[in-house]
């Protein structure tokens, strides 16, 4: 079948290292959301940091993100519904918006590996290393690198990146990914003392 005129076919990047932006464009909307948005605020500025510094290394980005059970929508109206939202939530969408150069890709699950075309996007980008931020660490974040791991990628959950309800439920997840799954999980930003 011919392709329509208006899609036009893209190669995908070659990336050893690929950034994993997992569900930061969010709507935060659930009953424990106002634990969460502290951290995923902070955890926002430190992505949008990074980010710019992967990209100018020439790193590639994916976004994996949840559908909120809107089966019917896309990513862009995931992405419009999340920027127009008032205060800190539309904040976090509109300085993680992706760029027309990001891949994207919606997951029906914890996991950005379950039921999503990840795995075969960073096999034909010839990746070898992840760079996993996002929220909820304890979680969506946990689950992927978990995931990352058994699929013999090397992987980076930098702490400063990721936000979840509390401080203790973020550190538990870490020390579980560093101490059992050998993930690196040192910040992205080293502070001076």
Known sequence: MPRPASLKRTSLP??????LLVDVIN??????????????????HAIARLKARLARRGVAAIYANDNYGTWHSEFRDILAACSSLPGE???IARLLAPT?????????????????????LLDRMGAEKL????VAADMCVMLTATDARML????WVPQDCTAAESERRKGDALRQLHGVFKCSVHAAVRRRA
């Not at 997951?107 to 075309?117: E, I, L, M, N, Y």
């Not at 013999?152 to 992987?155: A, D, E, F, I, S």
Request: proline content about 9%; glycine content about 8%; aromatic content about 6%.
């Open 14 to 19: 070659r990336s050893k290292e690929v950034l």
């Open 27 to 44: 709507p935060l909307n659930f009953p424990t959301a106002r634990d969460l948005l502290p951290g995923a605020v902070a955890a926002s």
């Open 89 to 91: 939530r539309g904040e």
């Open 100 to 120: 027309g150069q990001d891949l994207v890709i919606l997951k029906p699950q914890h996991s950005a590996f379950h039921s999503t075309p990840l795995q075969h």
């Open 131 to 134: 760079v996993i931020v996002g």
């Open 152 to 155: 013999g990628y090397k992987v």
